[in-house]
């Protein structure tokens, strides 16, 4: 079987290469090797002949990678992409959003891949074998659709040139239109974004809860002015000041008025990272911005930019693995670190009620707020705000189990001694990243903990990513 291409694909000084790709590497890429050197190729399959458009590479480069731009012999996995928009076949590397780069593939067979992927970072990074953890492969999320379209609850545009909602291509700030976006929960496409005017705003995110109404932030076009000495900031040099642009402003207005009833509307001004982490400004122009999240019978506040589990199925399958990895039980003390909203530490708090102790803790002063609000009827739950390596430093109490989801580099050294020197017998890691967890599982190990159980799970069907659930005994 054979692929055709535009010919555009084919810039005139683009390198191009064909190759017989073997394996999967570890961010979504499949591997082959030309004239002795290795060539990571996105959107392949294993098994594949194919020409691959080489990204701009040193002479010496001891490995190269670029984009398949022809597959001269098929996988029997390869079918039509589920987001044709994304499908570099028909558009070309430079005119595809990112964000579903295995979308050529079977759904089972991209489970397959990110099984081999944690495999292989947990065999290379940690000495660890899976299957002899009892490791069958990726599990997909509950209640998956047979497609595994329509999961994502939380999504992020932005506007092209010519006022259009778009995504970024991969790897680039170009702006690709995308009137559709199939990986998105139904009711972001009832909103009509693909049909209004967004000119004179830098960004539009979207996030669809279980109850009450969807939360649309709008956020204007910014200008920088001269930086200024911000109190307390003594030898860190200025801070630049951004406000909104007149024609920003009045964007927000415009589209607000344009998007349909029943729809809540904020505008949202950062001077850098979040408005969860207290660097932005929320601004409410209709309905709530507070999110309820329902979650096995609890109810969780979330705030509007604050972090929640992307996939609409995520947070019950997540927590039912935690709960069932933790196995805590009344009277004992379980830490949640990295706790944000509260998903685990309201169940864990549940599970320990009576004599025992919920430790939440979390760093964005937003998203602790969330978690003080969503512990608020256990009292024998706290919510610290703060890094988690300071706050355990300082932390006399030792643990029955320690829960900790952390960002996608993984929790590092000091926040794994600092576990460690804890003395808790059990340790529950939920990952996005595997390599991020296999470096954790070695330096846990080197502490004296041992993975005895490990899952992973398909929570970003048609993307190379996956999250995984892994238990480590103290030795």
């Known amino acids: 079987m054979t692929e055709q291409v535009h010919a555009d694909q084919e810039p005139r000084d683009a390198e191009v290469v064909e190759v017989e790709l073997t394996d999967i590497a570890k961010d979504g890429p499949v591997v082959g090797r030309v004239d002795g050197r290795a060539v990571f190729a996105r959107h392949g399959a294993p098994g594949e002949r194919v020409r691959v458009r080489l990204d701009p590479h040193k002479p010496k480069a001891r490995w190269l990678a670029g984009d398949v731009i022809e597959v001269l012999s098929a996988s029997e996995h390869r079918v039509p992409h589920v987001w044709p928009q994304a ?7 430079d005119e595809v959003p990112g964000g579903a780069e295995f979308g050529h593939l079977e759904l089972a067979y991209q489970r397959e891949l990110k099984g081999r992927i944690l495999e292989g970072q947990l065999s290379r990074l940690a000495g660890i074998d899976a299957a002899d953890l009892g490791f069958t492969g990726v599990e997909p999320a509950l209640e998956e659709s047979a497609d595994g379209l ?8 932005g506007v092209d040139a010519g006022g259009r909602l778009a995504m970024r291509a991969r790897a680039s700030h170009r702006m690709i239109p995308t009137p559709e976006f199939p990986l998105a929960v139904a009711a972001v496409d009832r909103l009509g974004l693909g049909d209004l005017d967004l000119s004179g705003l830098e960004r539009v995110e979207v996030a669809v809860p279980t109850q009450g109404q969807a939360l649309v932030l709008l956020v204007p076009e910014t200008r920088t002015s001269a930086p200024r000495q911000a109190r307390g900031r003594r030898g860190r040099g200025p801070r630049p000041v951004s406000a909104p642009t007149r024609t920003g402003l009045a964007a927000v207005e415009r589209v607000a008025a344009s998007l349909p009833d029943g729809v809540a509307v904020a505008s949202l001004v950062q001077t850098g990272g979040a408005a969860a982490d207290g660097a932005g400004s929320l601004t409410p122009l209709r309905g709530a911005t507070d999110l309820i999240e329902r979650v096995e019978g609890f109810d969780f506040r979330v705030t509007g930019e604050g ?17 069932d990895a933790v196995g805590a039980e009344q009277g004992q003390a379980v830490a949640d670190l990295y706790g944000g909203a509260g998903l685990f530490s309201v169940p864990l708090a549940q599970a320990v009620t009576g004599s025992g102790k919920l430790v939440s803790i979390e760093g964005a002063p937003g998203t602790h707020r969330d978690a003080e609000y969503n512990l608020r009827r256990f009292p024998q739950a706290t919510a610290v705000q703060g890094r988690v390596e300071r706050v355990l430093e300082t932390d006399a109490e030792k643990y029955n189990a320690v829960v900790l989801d952390p960002p996608r580099a993984g929790a590092g050294v000091r926040a794994v001694s600092a576990i460690a020197a804890s003395g808790t017998d059990t340790v529950v890691y939920v990952a996005c990243d595997p390599a991020a967890l296999a470096k954790d599982a070695a330096r846990l190990a080197e502490a004296g903990y041992r993975m005895s159980r490990i899952r992973g799970f398909d929570l970003y069907p048609h993307t190379h990513h996956l999250e995984s659930v892994a238990v480590f005994t103290k030795a």
Not at 87 to 93: A, M
Not at 307 to 323: D, E, G
């Open 307 to 323: 972090f929640w589990q992307v996939h609409r199925s995520a947070p019950v399958t997540l927590t039912r693995a935690v709960l």
């Open 87 to 93: 499908d570099v076949l028909l558009h070309g590397p």
């Open 150 to 157: 329509h999961w994502r609850t939380r999504s992020a545009f």
